[in-house]
């Protein structure tokens, strides 16, 4: 056990609950009338790179938009000239390459002292040469990359049968979509010039070689040098049946709001797709999906004048969701108005349509929530379950209707475990490591296997629903056991990293019975209380995805340090002084106004690749643990 002291001694224990009470208030004024909450999502400058050179590509880029553009993207730049995917990373290449060109596409001059800065890092970092695969594609279709040195990705893929190696069910859903429309486009190998070149930014070196033929880098390359060779064919009819067929798929995905899964890539890519196949900027497809991008821009006023930024996604399901798991933490009563709202709004989120994941449940019924206002195709396992954990604590008149919500959902998560016991956050057994060996794939997470995080939200559920002891839940349980690292923590797929894993796993297990006893959860208790911080707050650094160095290491934030106290009063160690340090540090730090501040990236998009910063993450988990710390609950 850690080290305990008595209650009465931790300084936190006497203003907590006022921290509490500003942090409900601050909830309450951030709700929306409709019911919901919704955080900005803050990603990098190539959201903003990328839409500025759609903008060009489509003819649509007005000087209002690149000035504005242009000012967010200077604005992001480090003193050294460079990028980064998230506040205090290392530079990156391929984000400082899309921001030189999409800084020059907005009119700065290549010689800028900013621009001079970025193009001699990126000369001494490898050049154009060693971008990821996503940025040559955007360099090919402004005619600074050639169309014959990227991976080929044939139209044909969408007749392969959902048995069949590699095809598009494959892999994952935000893959899968990004894949289809890009055969479109590698297909038709657009070029529509920018004004300027950037073989400034070129090094000369030649690719590297082909690699032996007995391995799979070796057969995936030959195979893409054949692709090639056919893709220089004239358009068979094989071929024309297949483009046909996969703008049908493309449109049939489209979201009520314009956009495509709710997120940019195939949001973009859809839309590109649909355009070079000749659906005019004014067909009612075209035309949601450009107007849609504008629902997720921000425009903002600053000293320097506004500025304008994409976000790559929205998240009011899951951030209403635990804003409601936190009011109800912090003793809000389930009748209250704010939460009534919340409930109402939530329950005409459900999705009853069969999406893509049907393909591999087919017998299995709808249910469930997405992320997003709209993307009904692709209801999520882990904003069902928080979903499903914030309504069932909502005693109302109308109980049988939220009854009725919470059992499709249940019912629908069971059927969505994977075979191996553990969930995935779209589809069930999306495991095909195949796909991540395809030359195209360099840019992150193509596949979605069952997760700790995940899996654990869904074991938490079913436990608060009285099924720890089903089949379903024993599984998770076990899947969980299975993947829990040797120092005691657990991997967090979704969320920064290791704290996050660590923070949703212990809850979920001592939810399903597991004592606070148990020697793996000790380990577990262990491990984040050596790593606790000097100033008594959690941080993980995001370079731990790619250097376990980093695990549990990092400036403490207000959304971590509440992951790691919800874990550890989990545990049973409310009375210890691990925990009281941490209140402390949650205490001291909140604001006037009854937020937190948080200047760091704790969520992830992919790792390794690609990282969020969820701006409602920095008051929802701070103030769950705060009312789980007052109210003495777990």
């Not at 969505?416 to 956050?425: E, H, I, P």
């Not at 690292?485 to 657990?490: A, I, K, L, P």
Request: aromatic share 10%; charged share 25%; glycine share 10%.
């Amino acid at each position: 056990m850690t080290q305990t002291v008595p209650r009465t001694s931790a300084p936190a224990a006497r203003t907590a609950d006022g921290t509490v009470a500003a942090a409900v208030e601050f909830l309450r004024r951030e709700q929306d009338r409709a019911g919901w909450w919704k955080g900005e999502l803050a990603t990098n400058v190539t959201m903003d790179a990328e839409d500025l050179l759609l903008r060009h590509f489509l003819g649509i880029l007005t000087p209002q938009v690149a000035e504005e553009s242009a000012r967010w993207i200077r604005s992001q730049q480090r003193a050294d000239g460079t990028w980064a995917n998230f506040p205090d990373g290392p530079a990156d290449l391929s984000t400082t390459v899309e921001a030189w060109v999409a800084l020059r596409l907005a009119g700065d001059p290549a010689d800028a002292p900013w621009l001079a800065a970025a193009a001699e890092w990126i000369r001494e970092h490898g050049g154009i040469e060693a971008t990821r695969v996503f940025t040559r594609i955007w360099l090919a279709m402004v005619g600074q990359w050639s169309w014959d040195d990227l991976p080929s990705l044939p139209p044909e893929l969408i007749f392969l049968p959902s048995w069949f190696p590699l095809n598009v069910y494959d892999f994952a859903c935000w893959a899968r979509q990004t894949i289809v429309p890009l055969t479109i486009v590698g297909t038709l190998r657009p070029v529509r010039k920018l004004p300027f070149d950037v073989s400034g930014l070129r090094t000369g070196k030649r690719p590297p070689k082909t690699r032996a033929p007995w391995t799979w880098d070796g057969v995936f390359q030959n195979l893409d040098t054949a692709l090639h060779a056919y893709a220089k064919l004239p358009l068979n009819p094989v071929r024309k049946l297949a483009m046909k067929q996969t703008a049908e798929w493309i449109l049939a995905r489209q979201e009520a709001d314009g956009s495509w899964g709710g997120i940019q890539p195939p949001w973009v890519y859809s839309i590109l797709a649909l355009h070079l196949l000749g659906y005019p900027l004014d067909h009612p497809a075209l035309k949601a999906g450009i107007a849609g991008l504008d629902g997720f821009t921000i425009r903002e006023k600053t000293g320097q004048g506004w500025v304008r930024r994409l976000e790559a996604c929205q998240s009011p399901v899951w951030d209403t969701a635990l804003a409601m798991t936190a009011l109800l933490d912090a003793g809000v009563s389930p009748g209250d108005e704010t939460l009534v709202r919340a409930a109402e709004w939530m329950l005409g989120e459900e999705i009853r349509v069969p999406g893509d994941w049907a393909v591999r449940r087919p017998s299995l019924k709808p249910g469930g929530f997405a992320f997003e206002f709209a993307n009904d195709g692709y209801p999520d396992t882990d904003d069902t379950a928080e979903v499903v954990l914030a309504l069932r604590r909502m005693g109302r008149p109308d109980h049988l209707r939220i009854r009725e919500a919470v059992d499709r959902s249940v019912a629908w998560l069971e059927g969505m475990q994977s075979s191996d016991g553990g969930w995935g956050a779209f589809d069930a057994d999306n495991t095909q490591a195949l796909a991540t060996r395809l030359p195209f794939c360099d840019f992150g997470a193509v596949i979605d296997p069952p997760s700790a995080d995940v899996t654990a939200h869904v074991v938490e559920m079913l436990a608060a629903e009285g099924k720890s002891g089903t089949r379903e839940c024993r599984r998770g349980i076990r899947w969980l056991w299975d993947n829990q690292e040797e120092d005691g923590s657990w991997f967090g797929r979704w969320g920064a990293n290791y704290v996050y894993g660590t923070g949703a796993v212990v809850p979920a297990l001592v939810a399903a019975g597991i004592p606070g006893s148990d020697r793996r959860i000790r380990r577990a208790v262990k491990w984040l209380a050596e790593h606790q911080n000097d100033d008594g707050g959690w941080g993980e650094d995001l370079r731990s995805y790619d250097d376990r160095a980093w695990a549990g290491r990092g400036d403490s934030t207000p959304s971590q340090t509440a992951w790691a106290l919800l874990a550890l009063l989990a545990a049973g160690e409310r009375e210890s002084a691990v925990v009281a340090r941490g209140v402390e540090w949650l205490v001291e730090r909140q604001r006037p106004d009854g937020g937190w501040d948080e200047d760091k990236h704790t969520g992830t998009g992919f790792p390794g690749d690609f990282y969020l910063s969820y701006h409602l993450y920095r008051v929802v988990f701070p103030l769950s643990a705060l009312g789980r710390y007052v109210r003495g609950g777990s």
